[in-house]
């Protein structure tokens, strides 16, 4: 019987992570990218920006949404991601991006990166080599 019991916990405990998450609708949808700036003039947001601009069809066929967040504008999104991610240390005067599978584990926690570098290391993922046949980009 608690042999039951404890398999019936390690099944559903995964589950209660992902749905307490604020990213809980992209999973296995989406994959995420969440940067936290400190302000709107930061220049390596506005530099993945640019690239996400730049790159909008290459960025869509790989289904990525992107969160955008400000660190010096108070506000409840901001609060909810930096304590979904509180164990990362977050900074409110640096840079941050964070790339999220459709699976939900984070795959790059990073300060500088380009796009291109997301990208190379999204096409090495299992589930992009499938959507990578039907890619129209």
Same mark, same amino acid.
């Given at each position: $019987? /608690?042999?039951? @019991?404890?398999?019936?916990?390690? @099944?559903? +405990?995964?589950?209660?992570?992902?749905?307490?998450?604020?990213?809980?609708?992209?999973?296995?949808?989406?994959?995420?990218?969440?940067? &936290?700036?400190?302000?709107?003039? /930061?220049?390596?947001?506005?530099?993945?920006?640019? =690239?996400?601009?730049?790159?909008?069809?290459? +960025?869509? *066929?790989?289904?990525?949404?992107?969160?955008?967040?400000? &660190?010096? !504008?108070?506000?409840?999104?901001? !609060?909810? +991601? =930096? *304590?979904? &991610?509180?164990?990362? *240390? #977050?900074?409110?005067? !640096? &840079?941050?991006?964070?790339? @999220? %599978?459709?699976? %939900?584990?984070?795959?790059? /926690?990073?300060?500088?990166?380009? #796009?291109?570098?997301? +990208? *190379?290391? @999204?096409?090495?993922?299992? $589930?992009?080599?499938?959507? $990578?046949? /039907?890619? $129209?980009?």
């Amino acid at each position: $019987m /608690n042999k039951l @019991i404890l398999i019936l916990l390690l @099944i559903s +405990f995964p589950v209660m992570v992902i749905q307490s998450s604020p990213l809980e609708e992209y999973i296995w949808k989406n994959r995420v990218i969440v940067t &936290f700036s400190p302000n709107k003039t /930061n220049t390596d947001r506005i530099q993945i920006l640019n =690239s996400i601009h730049k790159n909008l069809c290459e +960025f869509n *066929s790989r289904n990525i949404i992107h969160i955008d967040m400000l &660190f010096n !504008e108070k506000n409840h999104e901001i !609060e909810k +991601f =930096s *304590s979904f &991610f509180e164990n990362l *240390s #977050l900074s409110p005067s !640096e &840079f941050r991006l964070i790339l @999220i %599978g459709k699976d %939900g584990w984070i795959k790059l /926690n990073t300060r500088k990166t380009s #796009l291109e570098e997301i +990208f *190379s290391l @999204i096409d090495t993922m299992p $589930m992009r080599q499938e959507e $990578m046949l /039907n890619d $129209m980009c």
